[in-house]
């Protein structure tokens, strides 16, 4: 229950936040296999997640992502697009 596509709150839908992680690694020039290293993953985990529009993305990986992602903007002084959020309905 803890997967993006089964959220109990608001937040993204999975193929908006697969979107927006792909727009933020190219505006921040970075590769998937480099953030998912930052942050833990193995080096073709965020990969995966982002060519396979069928793969889920487990909340606290989608948390981590988007923290990383943010600290790399703020620190290069680039904004990052907004995320749309909406119910899980």
Do not use: Y
């Amino acid at each position: 229950m803890d997967n993006l596509a089964n959220r109990p709150c608001p937040g993204p839908s999975v193929a908006a936040f697969r979107a927006w992680v792909q727009d933020a690694l190219a505006d921040l020039n970075l590769s998937a296999a480099g953030l998912g290293r930052d942050i833990g993953l193995g080096k073709n985990t965020l990969a995966q997640f982002l060519n396979d529009p069928a793969r889920d993305i487990r909340m606290g990986t989608a948390h981590d992502v988007t923290c990383k992602l943010r600290e790399i903007a703020h620190d290069r002084g680039v904004t990052l697009p907004k995320l749309r959020v909406t119910w899980n309905v």
